[in-house]
């Protein structure tokens, strides 16, 4: 089997991005009045602060202040209830990543319906890094998988919570690897990477910016990462891919608007953060703090979300989680 996140890969929806034109910056409508961004997630983490990036260009670009507004909570589902019921005029977003459109809606009931959100723009690629604990003899993928296959059940992986995407992530390698591990959720990525330094977990896929930081840490290796090439930040570490052609899940995050904002809005917001994101200093701090950037076209954001609710429905079903009917069913 294939598992890849995207029909259209992250890394090759360009941030090559041209200028927009003198004629369709005159013609472009972009929101009327102030725009408040809502953040579904704590204050901190790596959707907040991405946000505050590139908020700070768009209202540079279209004029209007863009206030972020941090309302966590049920991974993403209390933000999204209150964007799902805004005024649609461009005067509330929000900031998510796939958890409160994607996987919550999956897994149990929620205040809104997932298709109450239009696709704005994918801003950023968040890739997966396996990191395993060094008290294990092996420092490579291939050692580690090796070694997992030779010691059935007798591993174990952390998530930052069932269905969460760092759960469905496991699964799939788990399966494709041909491992038989336990799962031990925790309650956020925070714990799940602490477990694993402590030496108490055998392995974790974290996301690339939390696991960054912990490189050059001799309690961990860090052996594989999810995403579909290298990263720059960690060159000599290989893709999962490598051994398992086609494997490729990343996060990813970006904009959406409640449905029926007028299109002309829509474009504006799309054409602004992909210029954004093409500022050379915004890049430059996407890439320290592990993010790809992308720049996606509301289209493209749509076919990725068409492809990621199939591969995350299928990444439930394989770790044993009852998917949710779908509505009216």
């Not at 991405?50 to 972020?68: D, E, N, T």
């Not at 690897?177 to 974790?204: C, F, Q, R, W």
Request: proline share 7%; with cysteine.
């Amino acid at each position: 089997m294939r598992f890849r996140s995207l029909a259209l890969p992250l890394a090759a929806i360009a941030v090559t991005i041209a200028v927009a034109s003198a004629a369709h910056a005159q013609t472009a409508r972009g929101p009327s009045r102030p725009v408040t961004v809502v953040v579904p997630y704590a204050a901190g983490g790596m959707a907040d602060v991405m946000a505050r990036l590139v908020a700070h260009q768009l209202s540079q670009k279209l004029g209007q202040p863009f206030v972020i507004h941090n309302r966590g909570g049920d991974a993403g589902a209390i933000g999204a209830v209150q964007v799902a019921r805004a005024t649609a005029d461009g005067s509330v977003l929000m900031f998510t990543s796939p958890s409160a459109i994607l996987t919550v809606p999956m897994l149990h009931k929620v205040g809104y319906d997932p298709d109450s959100f239009v696709p704005i723009g994918i801003c950023g690629s968040l890739p997966f890094v396996l990191g395993i604990k060094s008290a294990l003899p092996a420092r490579t993928l291939a050692d580690f998988i090796a070694y997992a296959r030779a010691h059935p059940g007798k591993l174990n992986y952390a998530s930052a919570g069932v269905g969460g995407i760092s759960h469905l992530v496991s699964t799939l390698f788990v399966q494709r690897a041909g491992i038989d591990a336990l799962h031990v959720p925790y309650k956020s990525a925070a714990p799940a990477t602490n477990a694993l330094l402590a030496g108490e977990i055998d392995m974790y896929f974290g996301g690339a910016p939390e696991m960054l930081q912990h490189r050059d840490n001799d309690r961990i290796a860090i052996v594989a990462t999810s995403s579909a090439q290298r990263l720059a930040n960690l060159p000599n570490t290989p893709t999962i891919a490598e051994i398992f052609p086609g494997f490729e899940v990343t996060t990813w995050l970006g904009f959406v608007a409640p449905r029926g904002t007028p299109s002309e809005i829509i474009a504006a917001l799309a054409q602004a953060s992909r210029e954004a994101l093409a500022v050379p200093e915004v890049a430059a701090r996407l890439q320290t703090l592990g993010i790809v950037a992308v720049g996606s076209t509301p289209e493209q954001f749509a076919e990725v979300l068409r492809k990621d609710r199939a591969l995350y429905a299928e990444a439930i079903r394989s770790a044993g989680i009852p998917l949710m009917e779908p509505a009216g069913q």
